[in-house]
């Protein structure tokens, strides 16, 4: 499957530091330590009403990610699935009436489009679950041969007693575990499981769904064994960054690494579980379901400039779940306003400090509000003395676009 265009990045003089990033697993800020080529996966859309804000916060969370491990002299190796046949999306084309495959193109080719206008830079792998059935049915026939999966009524379930460390990425206690499998998708209730937390691996054939004849028989997979093994498969056990919302943590995220280290027998699938904070609207998660969603599409249809929805989104820690309130985008806008200003300026401060201090900041897990404030702190001085180096309004252009992503 293709992704979206890439979008050029600027050389910026020197190097970054490395970056440190709240790991989840841990509950604490740890350096990153990648080789050469870092490892980053993150979990992608299921296409069924993309893209709203909560989607493009987390997707510029990881694109920060991937700006600073380059600007820090890393090759990035950056892999993302998309969930193209799930419950959800067979619901709402049943719902709507539309084919279920036309809905699921149509979804991802605007994500495509709402993140190129958002300059997000594009995984190198972009992996549909229907193109990966093959390997993971061959991933799920190796968990039988172990004695790591179980019939149950045609469908095939993970048994959590074959991962030892099961728990240990959320940290979360059975009780709410339990609550949370019931209400992100899974079936503790139901009859015949060896433990209530066990997860589906491939649901058999149901009337009038999607399926696929394989060698565990007709049906389709479950979803924490799609990213299990296209991270697998393209990064190798042990990856860098494994990203995502912070609703992903549990059951997806849990249940993804249990598969992968029972289909490899070591641990941990990821050295950093990285969550971003959910985006609100009225004192609610948005959401599909709760149906308050704001769309990118609909924003930039209605002619919102891209790179204000961008810095208004990088607005407040990646890790916080924050508001989208009315003023958000007018503050950004007049905030997108003043740095272009600034950076046409035909002289200004040097900006040498200034690209230090913003590497720093966002080194230090991501701090786009000290990394924004700094540079708001630049423009300030350089619209009210318009003088000095004439080479700083280029380098303050560059590291914006280079660190923050903005296009000035």
């Known amino acids: 499957m293709d992704a979206w265009p890439t979008c050029a990045v600027p050389d910026l003089?020197?190097?970054?530091?490395?970056?440190?990033?709240?790991?989840?697993?841990?509950?604490?800020?740890?350096?990153?330590?990648?080789?050469?080529?870092?490892?980053?996966?993150?979990?992608?859309?299921?296409?069924?009403?993309?893209?709203?804000?909560?989607?493009?916060?987390?997707?510029?969370?990881?694109?920060?990610?991937?700006?600073?491990?380059?600007?820090?002299?890393?090759?990035?190796?950056?892999?993302?699935?998309?969930?193209?046949?799930?419950?959800?999306?067979?619901?709402?084309?049943?719902?709507?009436?539309?084919?279920?495959?036309?809905?699921?193109?149509?979804?991802?080719?605007?994500?495509?489009?709402?993140?190129?206008?958002?300059?997000?830079?594009?995984?190198d792998e972009y992996i549909g679950a229907v193109e990966a059935i093959p390997e993971i049915t061959d991933a799920i026939e190796r968990l039988l041969e172990h004695g790591d999966a179980y019939h149950l009524d045609g469908d095939l379930y993970f048994p959590i007693s074959a991962a030892p460390g099961f728990g240990s990425e959320s940290g979360y206690d059975r009780e709410r575990m339990l609550a949370l499998f019931a209400e992100r998708g899974g079936d503790p209730q139901r009859p015949g499981k060896r433990d209530p937390l066990d997860s589906m691996l491939w649901q058999g054939r149901r009337h009038g769904e999607p399926f696929w004849n394989t060698s565990l028989g007709a049906g389709r997979p479950g979803w924490h064994i799609e990213c299990s093994v296209?991270?697998?498969?393209?990064?190798?056990?042990?990856?860098?960054?494994?990203?995502?919302?912070?609703?992903?943590?549990?059951?997806?995220?849990?249940?993804?690494?249990?598969?992968?280290?029972?289909?490899?027998?070591?641990?941990?699938?990821?050295?950093?579980?990285?969550?971003?904070?959910?985006?609100?609207?009225?004192?609610?998660?948005?959401?599909?379901?709760?149906?308050?969603?704001?769309?990118?599409?609909?924003?930039?249809?209605?002619?919102?400039?891209?790179?204000?929805?961008?810095?208004?989104?990088?607005?407040?820690?990646?890790?916080?779940?924050?508001?989208?309130?009315?003023g958000r985008l007018p503050a950004a806008e007049a905030r997108l306003a003043r740095w272009r200003s600034a950076v046409a300026l035909p002289a200004a401060p040097s900006a040498e400090p200034l690209l230090a201090e913003v590497r720093a900041a966002l080194a230090d897990d991501l701090d786009t509000i000290t990394a924004l404030g700094a540079i708001d702190r630049w423009v300030a001085t350089a619209r009210d003395r318009p003088a000095g180096d004439p080479a700083a309004p280029t380098l303050v252009r560059d590291l914006v676009d280079a660190l923050i992503g903005v296009a000035l």
């Open 230 to 326: 296209i991270a697998l498969n393209r990064l190798g056990m042990g990856f860098d960054v494994q990203g995502g919302g912070s609703d992903l943590v549990f059951p997806h995220h849990e249940h993804s690494a249990a598969h992968a280290e029972a289909l490899t027998g070591t641990a941990p699938f990821a050295k950093h579980y990285v969550h971003a904070g959910m985006i609100g609207l009225d004192g609610e998660k948005m959401s599909k379901s709760r149906g308050n969603l704001v769309l990118v599409s609909k924003l930039r249809g209605a002619h919102i400039d891209p790179m204000a929805l961008r810095l208004a989104l990088l607005d407040g820690h990646y890790r916080a779940d924050r508001e989208w309130t009315g």
């Open 13 to 123: 003089p020197g190097e970054g530091g490395p970056l440190r990033l709240f790991d989840t697993a841990a509950g604490e800020v740890r350096a990153t330590a990648p080789d050469a080529v870092a490892r980053l996966y993150v979990c992608g859309i299921t296409p069924y009403d993309a893209t709203h804000l909560g989607h493009a916060a987390t997707y510029l969370t990881f694109d920060l990610v991937q700006r600073v491990w380059r600007d820090a002299g890393h090759q990035v190796h950056y892999v993302q699935n998309v969930t193209d046949v799930d419950d959800p999306l067979l619901e709402r084309a049943a719902h709507t009436g539309d084919n279920w495959m036309n809905l699921a193109e149509r979804e991802i080719q605007l994500f495509r489009e709402d993140m190129t206008a958002l300059r997000v830079l594009p995984p």
